[in-house]
């Protein structure tokens, strides 16, 4: 019998998010999907990439604006750098999905109406008020729906 070794440390807290991204898997041109390997980025490495890369935060910014702190955030950029690169470089297919994270809009009640949005079709529905969206499903595909415009409560997990 084999003993898994626990893992020592504190959990991992939630990352704040901005959006979920808008698309999720991205593959090198004329390779057959089943011939490639695949490199996973959570959102939060994503999240980190945005900020300092596309955003041009200094990290002390991103951090605060991610909810961790500036160490952290410095790992997880790290990360996402070297997937994203290992994607590149080795020709392999590179998919988003996952990791602890939150919305921003999590926290900020509202009453305006909204949309719930289909993960996989894009299909579009009207928010009911006071129903996550993320417990219902797409009438079209049955695939999860998530809050048009970002703003979701729900925990990722990327080893789901």
Do not use: W, Y
């Not at 996973?40 to 605060?64: F, N, P, S, Y």
């Not at 690169?85 to 509202?110: M, T, W, Y």
């Amino acid at each position: 019998m084999v003993l898994k070794a626990r893992k020592v440390g504190r959990p991992t807290q939630c990352r704040s998010v901005h959006d979920l991204p808008k698309v999720t898997c991205f593959k090198p041109e004329g390779v057959p999907r089943q011939e490639l390997k695949s490199v996973l980025l959570t959102v939060d490495e994503l999240e980190a990439i945005r900020l300092a890369d596309m955003e041009g935060l200094h990290q002390a910014v991103a951090a605060l604006k991610m909810n961790v702190s500036r160490p952290t955030f410095g790992r997880i950029l790290e990360a996402g750098h070297k997937k994203v690169a290992e994607a590149l470089v080795d020709g392999k297919q590179l998919c988003i999905r996952g990791g602890v994270i939150r919305s921003l809009c999590d926290s900020i009640p509202s009453n305006i109406p909204g949309t719930c949005v289909c993960i996989e079709c894009g299909v579009e529905v009207p928010h009911n008020q006071g129903d996550p969206c993320n417990e219902a499903f797409c009438p079209q595909c049955g695939a999860s729906l998530r809050r048009k415009d970002g703003c979701f409560s729900e925990l990722q997990n990327p080893n789901e």
